[in-house]
């Protein structure tokens, strides 16, 4: 089975390399790209978060993982690829959930996204609370570790 996507927008910022940490300053801009009618974005502006899935477009298909220790750290576990979120994955599917700060023509405002200029956008999605699984969220110990400077803002 094949198959194709097309991207439907494309991300603009600051940010040309993909680092692991100090994305909390970063503003991006997602705009659509010209196949796209401006009516894609009605009546987005009445969500305040989004999901935005992207394609790891510049992560080398050479480097792709299915086991290792996240960030290469060996004090954490050795794990699945599918028990991380790193961008050297099979498919090169990134996902994240952005703050919408403004929504004007063909173009999105957004933070707390981490993704790289030029990054193509394969969907968005706006954040229904009632989609929130019912229940605490659970997680190791490392995560919290791995987190701690992801949002900060670039030094």
Known sequence: MNITLQPIAYISNKRVTATDDFWGDTI???????HIPTEAFDGIES???????YYFDKADPAKIVYSGHPRGNKA???LGIFAQRKKDRPNQIGLCM????EHNGRTLKVKYLDAIEGTPVLDIKPVFKEF???????QPQWVGELMVDYWKPEK
């Open 28 to 34: 991006s801009e997602i705009t659509l790209a010209e």
């Open 47 to 53: 969500f305040s978060q989004l999901e935005i899935i």
């Open 76 to 78: 954490w576990p050795l």
């Open 98 to 101: 952005v703050q919408l700060i």
């Open 132 to 138: 929130k699984v019912p229940g605490e969220i659970r």
